[in-house]
Each structure stands twice: as structure tokens, then as C-alpha cells.
């Protein structure tokens, strides 16, 4: 009897520290070149346990002893009651390797240069999903070409759910557009916000976009093809000098039955909204003159000078404009309300500053720049991070707004229970505010060649490819095993054969808001799903298709996940390369007149015998030019300071060139 009780009695002990103890860490990969860490949560103390990493060759690497270094108890961040920190940074060599932990598992752990390169593109497939009035749509049919006639709405007054339909029944086009979430309302704040930063996506790293052509069938790539689409729709947002459209579709929406956007009863009868709104201006027109910059950098005059057109106009509109801040039309609920407009608009003069080359501009960002100081928040609605980056290297005073928001995050992520280095705390959409502020403080690092912050990007990135409470990936995909496969958009509710490629969830939300909010669910909510377990007051993630709290996808957070997976696929791979630095290759240094700046072209004065052109940035970003052409447009560069090479037969020659 002994003999068999002994044996079971040791088998249950070894069950028990796997079945509560949990292992979380980048599904996708880590870059060589960046610190690199696991977490290990238990019901029960791992203290002692003996960890070690080993090659595909199964050789051990790295090891070590779980408990003599980070280690918390349960909290706000964590839900379990003994937390430790495996650090596995020194391991920079490139390959697949396994974890293994005394007493728990084993664990694959990948390290690869640029492991979220390929989810990228998926992220900026399921933004043409959400496309409005296309052809070009996917995973649904051409929908809401109604929308070429909305009746206009006006305010009564503020903000008090009032308005009221034009007297002469007035009709706007406002064909196009992206739907901003799982229902089929466009407001004009999150697609300028989207806009904006598939615009900053393509400035970040042209070359990751050019030549990619899978969706796209016009002169664009997918990306500019996209933008292309956005900027069309927000070139509408202005028909007169008196009126801005600041939403299309409102609350009826919400009560009609689940629907796929061609199948809509509301085609044909959707209003919509007009008011001369800063924040909504501000930023449409900083996305209208980023565009302007950018398609004429790449040759398309006509389109870069009807959004350059538009956006000086809406621009002018916006100043001149005295009005109450407008959002959502009311009803009893309240989207997207965004009372601040110094940050759009510093944002808007910089851009057009960059993209016009007028002093004015320049002075009204500037002027703004005290106004819009710090905001202790990063999202949709407080674009100060990156207004005040992007006037940095014109106005070095704004460096600190920006490093006082970076250190009030900073403080958030040094708190004792949060082992996953977030940078605030949970809130509803806390994934989406946390890429921004990720991206924000990478913005930071792009004009400054400060590695400060740099760890808000490592650590973020982590936690959306797993290294979360429920080791769960974020972005729905097919690749990593351990991640969000549903999506709380109707398009994929009524379609079960479609993969919700892309798709990136909104992520945990305060128990208390997810709680308040469950009874509306459709489907029900079901409370004893696994990831309960890993659920705190202050994080509580549910994935299920009709929890909209945890699930349901914005355009706003799929523009923070697309400008954020491209900077930090451009930049945690490699150390950068000092400006100051040699080349890798001979260099012959000397002082000649090779290169002319002049209005933001970079001439070359004399192409004999050149054989190549290379353009190196302040954070070691290279750019290789045509140098078959006299003269390179930068119109997609920001201000600031760079070196160019420029090799011949028997040496290269450096210089260095600073861009107002």
C-alpha cells in the first residue's frame, strides 16, 4: 500500500508546480541586441529553483537560480503570489534555444533580428478591412456608397447632445473613410489619427513598404495605398469654409441588428455631423500636410498639392475658429471626447512647417508648444509626445515636456508589483495607450539619440507578444500558437470562415469597467474562462467575441500598433551608429563641395564616377539613394543632423549636413 500511496503522493506534487506555476515571455522573439528577461508566476515559491538556457545543439549557454534577483508578491500588475525575473540579456547570438526550469518546463525562446516584421503587414491588412465605400474592402463587400449624400447636423449650442438638421436638408459627400471600430461610424479624430501614423510608419522605414504590392492595385504600395484612401476621405472633411465634419453615422447605429456593412438598413440614411472643432482640425490637418510631404516626395505632384491645398485651409479655419470643442453627438454616451486642441494643433504648424517651408508655421508651433506642455497621457487624444518630437530639433525647450511625461511614466513602470514594466496603469484600451506611449518615447529617440526610454519599447513590445499575465499575443495570427484567435468585429462574428488576421485587442481593462459593461455583451459573458485565473482588480482580460471592453478592435489602437511595431522593428535590432563614427568602410576625408542642401533637396554637384549614395541619420538609420538622380527630394526625413557617403572607384567621402 505504502508503495503505491508514495509514488502518487510525489506525482501530485509535481503536477501541482506545473498546473500553478506559469512562465511568460516574448512569443515572438527578442532582437539580439536588447535586454532580454522571462517572468515566473506561482501560487507557490520558486525560490532556488535552478534555470539554464540551451542552443539548438542542446549545449547550455546561460544559468542560473530563480529567486536571487526581481521577485514581488500579488498586486495591481500581478496575480500570483510569488513573481520573479529570469534575465537572459547576455544572450545576444541569433537562433532558437530552450528554457529550462527545475520543477516547471521547458519554454522555446527565440532570438531573431526583426521578429515582428511579419506581423506588420497582417496589422495594416485588417486597417483595408475596416475600409468604408471601397471596392478594395476585404473580408466584406463594397458598402455605404449612401455616404456620398449625408444630411448635415449641427450643434445647438455645446456639448449637450443636441443637434439639429440643416433647414435646407444640406448634403455632404463623405464617401470613404475607414469605420473606427466594430460598428460602422467614421469619426474624422481617429481616421486623422490613423492617417497620421501610417504616414509615420513610411517615413520610419520606407524601405520596409516599397514594393509590397499584395492588396494594393494602384501606383502605391499597400501602405501609401492606404493612406492614399484615408487622405481622400479627409480631404471631404472641409466642402465649405463654414463646415467641418467631424463624425459620420452616430448612435442609431448602435441599434440596428449585427450586420455586414453592405447589408446595412442605414445606407443611404446616415447623417453628419458639422462643427468647426480644433482638435479634430488640428489633427486632420497635420496628417494632410505629412501626406503632402511625403506623396511629393515620391513624385505624385497632384496629390501632394491637393492635401498641402487642404490642409492650409483647414489649418487656417482651425485658428481663426472660436467655437466650444465638439465631439460624439450625444444620447447618454460620450466618444471621443478630446477637449484639448494646443497638441493637434502644434502638431498641424509643425507638419506644415516641414511640408511648406513657411516661417509662420514654425512661430505658431512654437507658440503653441508652452500651451500643449505635458500631458501625463499618451492616446488618440494627447498627441503631445509627438508634436513636441517633432519640433524638437527646431526648439530644444520642449525636450522638457517631453522627458517630465516620460519620467511620470517612468515612475508608473518602477512601481514594485508591476514586474512587466508597463508605463501606466490599466484603464479601458490600456494595450493601445501603452504603444503609444512605447512610440512616443522611440519618437523621442529618433531626434535626440537618447536610449533613455528605450525600455518603454522593449518591455510593451513584450507584453503584446506574451509576456503578459495570461502569456497571450495580442494581434490575432495563425504563427504564434498562444494568441488572440477572434475578434469583436461583426464582420467576423457573421463570417466564422475568415481569420481576423491582424486584428489587435484592446487588452485588460479595471475589473470594475469590464464588470459595469458585461451585462451588454452579445454574446453573453462567460466569467469562468481560463483567463480568469490571471485577472486582478486592475487587470482583467477576457477573450471572448462579444466582450467589447477587452476585444473590440479601434483604428486608433491598430495606427498606435502599426507606427509602433515599425519603429521598434527598425530599431531594436542593431546598435545604432553614431554620427560622429567611422564607416565601415575606407574612408578618405577631406572637405569639397560635393553636396548643396538647398529647399530640403540634397543636391550632388558632381556625379563622376559616383557609385553609390548613402544617407545615415543621427540614429544610425541608413538610406541608399538613387544616384543616378541629380537631386534627392528629403521631404520624408525629419529636421535634423546626417552624414552622407558618397563612393567612387577609389575612395568615399563623408560629409556632414544639417536640415532646418
Known amino acids: 500500500m505504502k508503495s503505491i500511496i508514495l509514488p502518487f503522493i510525489v506525482l501530485w506534487h509535481v503536477l501541482h508546480a506545473f498546473g500553478s506555476t506559469h512562465v511568460r515571455y516574448n512569443l515572438a522573439g527578442y532582437d539580439p541586441n536588447r535586454p532580454k528577461s522571462a517572468i515566473v508566476m506561482s501560487d507557490n515559491t520558486c525560490s532556488g529553483y535552478s534555470w539554464q538556457i540551451r542552443n539548438s545543439n542542446n549545449q547550455v549557454v546561460l544559468n542560473g537560480t530563480i529567486g536571487v534577483n526581481v521577485q514581488s508578491g500579488a498586486g495591481a500588475f500581478m496575480p500570483k503570489a510569488y513573481n520573479y525575473v529570469i534575465d537572459f540579456s547576455s544572450l545576444n547570438i541569433e537562433g532558437n534555444y530552450s528554457l529550462q526550469i527545475s520543477n516547471v518546463g521547458t519554454y522555446p525562446i527565440i532570438i531573431s533580428c526583426q521578429p515582428y516584421k511579419d506581423f506588420i503587414p497582417q496589422v495594416l491588412r485588417t486597417i483595408r478591412v475596416r ?15 449612401g455616404d456620398s449624400a449625408c444630411v448635415v447636423f449641427r450643434r445647438n449650442g455645446t456639448n449637450n447632445g443636441s443637434w439639429s438638421k440643416d433647414v435646407n436638408n444640406l448634403k455632404i459627400n463623405m464617401l470613404g473613410g475607414h469605420y473606427d471600430a466594430g460598428d460602422y461610424i467614421k469619426f474624422t479624430k481617429t481616421e486623422a489619427y490613423l492617417c497620421y501614423y501610417m504616414l509615420r510608419a513610411y517615413e520610419a522605414a520606407p524601405a520596409l513598404f516599397d514594393g509590397v504590392k499584395t492588396y494594393s492595385s494602384t501606383a502605391f504600395n499597400d501602405l501609401l495605398d492606404e493612406c492614399s484612401w484615408s487622405l481622400m476621405f479627409l480631404s471631404k472633411t472641409m466642402p465649405t469654409s463654414s463646415e467641418f465634419i467631424i463624425q459620420t453615422g452616430g448612435a442609431a447605429d448602435h441599434n440596428e441588428n449585427p450586420r455586414l456593412p453592405e447589408n446595412d438598413a442605414l445606407n443611404n440614411k446616415r447623417e453628419c455631423y458639422a462643427a468647426l472643432s480644433k482638435p479634430q482640425m488640428g489633427l486632420t490637418a497635420a496628417a494632410l500636410a505629412l501626406g503632402s510631404k ?3 516626395a515620391k513624385g505624385f505632384t497632384t496629390e501632394a498639392t491637393k492635401y ?11 485658428k481663426a475658429s472660436t467655437i466650444t470643442n465638439a465631439w460624439w453627438q450625444g444620447g ?24 511648406t517651408g513657411t516661417a509662420s508655421y514654425l512661430t505658431d508651433a512654437r507658440n503653441f508648444a508652452p500651451n500643449t506642455s505635458s500631458a501625463g497621457w499618451s492616446s488618440w487624444g494627447n498627441v503631445n509626445l509627438a508634436a513636441h518630437s517633432r519640433l524638437l530639433p527646431l526648439q530644444l525647450s520642449v525636450k522638457q515636456y517631453i522627458t517630465s511625461d516620460l519620467k511620470t511614466f517612468n515612475t508608473n513602470a518602477n512601481k514594485p508589483n508591476n514586474l512587466w514594466k508597463l508605463p501606466h496603469e490599466s484603464v479601458w484600451g490600456s494595450l493601445y495607450s501603452q504603444m503609444s506611449v512605447a512610440h512616443g518615447a522611440l519618437q523621442y529617440k529618433l531626434v535626440s539619440d537618447s536610449s533613455t526610454y528605450d525600455h518603454f519599447g522593449y518591455n510593451v513590445v513584450d507584453y503584446l507578444f506574451g509576456k503578459n499575465p495570461w502569456g497571450l499575443c495580442f494581434i490575432a495570427n495563425k504563427t504564434i500558437t498562444n494568441s488572440i484567435k477572434s475578434s469583436y468585429a461583426t464582420i467576423y462574428k457573421l463570417q466564422a470562415s475568415k481569420f481576423p488576421y491582424g486584428e489587435i485587442a484592446e487588452g485588460p481593462a479595471p475589473a470594475a469597467d469590464h464588470a459595469d459593461n458585461a451585462t451588454y455583451f452579445s454574446p453573453a459573458h462567460n466569467p469562468n474562462l481560463w483567463h480568469k485565473e490571471f485577472n486582478t482588480s486592475d487587470f482583467t482580460f477576457f477573450e471572448q467575441p462579444g466582450d467589447y471592453v477587452c476585444m473590440e478592435t479601434t483604428i486608433a489602437g491598430l495606427a498606435d500598433g502599426l507606427f509602433f511595431l515599425t519603429l521598434a522593428n527598425n530599431n531594436f535590432c542593431s546598435t545604432p551608429l553614431n554620427i560622429d563614427n567611422e564607416l565601415t568602410f575606407p574612408v578618405e576625408k577631406k572637405t569639397i563641395n560635393e553636396i ?27 538610406f541608399v539613394l538613387d544616384h543616378h538622380k541629380r537631386s534627392h527630394d528629403l521631404y520624408y526625413l525629419n529636421s535634423g543632423i546626417y552624414q552622407v557617403a558618397l563612393t567612387k572607384k577609389f575612395s568615399t567621402v563623408i560629409e556632414k549636413i544639417f536640415l532646418e
Open 131 to 145: 475600409r468604408s465605400g471601397s471596392a478594395s474592402a476585404l473580408d466584406h463587400a463594397i458598402s455605404h456608397l
Open 294 to 296: 511625403i506623396f511629393l
Open 308 to 318: 498641402k491645398n487642404k490642409a492650409i485651409e483647414i489649418y487656417a479655419a482651425a
Open 332 to 355: 447618454g454616451e460620450v466618444y471621443y471626447a478630446d477637449n484639448t486642441a494646443n497638441d493637434d494643433m502644434q502638431l498641424a504648424a509643425i507638419e506644415l512647417y516641414n511640408a
Open 596 to 622: 548643396t542642401v538647398l529647399n530640403k533637396q540634397l543636391i550632388i554637384n558632381s556625379l563622376d564616377n559616383l557609385d553609390g549614395l548613402i544617407l545615415i541619420d543621427i540614429t544610425g538609420r541608413k
